[in-house]
């Protein structure tokens, strides 16, 4: 599994999440803690957040104290719970956060729709990754976004208004 990554940044008493796919996800994900010191939660795979983490500090220079991970979680949806357990455990008032997640444009439907279960304050923002990845990510994504559907997790109402409010995915 790809590894999500959880972007925090703690400022001006916000906290901000990003949800990224690996290589891409991490470079974007550094590059916000670069430019304003935020915290980064790696979460996903059973091991993928910790090479991950290992990534984002060998690679971009991010520092050791600015990394947490979190590898219980296999799905989007657990990501989204997961984050906010340890969001909770970390900071005060996690309802009240921020949240940025970052991901591939085929994914970030799905992401705010699943973690604005836990953090009310979401936004997304798309990287972009090759077109072979893109078009088998997209097609990936339609049976995901149809099993949280069929699972309860949003209706068909809360698909519609994410598609089609102004700035949101």
């Known amino acids: 599994m790809t590894p999500t990554l959880i972007f925090f940044q703690v400022h001006n008493g916000q906290l901000c999440a990003l949800g990224l796919p690996f290589q ?3 470079r974007a994900a550094s590059e916000i803690n670069r430019n304003d010191g935020t915290v980064i939660l790696f979460t996903g795979g ?8 290992r990534f984002a500090q060998q ?6 104290t600015s990394c947490l991970t979190e590898d219980t979680s296999t799905t989007t949806m657990e990501n989204a719970r997961e984050s906010f357990r ?4 970390t900071f005060d008032r996690p309802h009240n956060i921020n949240i940025l997640v970052v991901s591939d444009f085929y994914h970030v439907l799905r992401c705010k729709l699943l973690f604005q279960k836990y953090f009310p304050n979401v936004r997304v923002l798309s990287t972009r990754a090759n ?4 078009l088998f990510g997209l097609m990936r994504e339609m049976g995901g976004l149809a099993k949280n559907y069929l699972q309860g997790y949003y209706t068909l109402d809360d698909i519609w208004r994410e598609l089609t ?5």
Do not use: D, M, T, Y
């Open 24 to 26: 891409h996800r991490v």
């Open 46 to 53: 059973k091991g993928e957040s910790l090479k991950a983490s």
């Open 59 to 64: 690679e971009f220079g991010v520092p050791s």
């Open 86 to 89: 340890i969001v909770s455990e």
């Open 131 to 134: 077109l072979a990845n893109n």
């Open 165 to 169: 409010q102004k700035g949101s995915v």
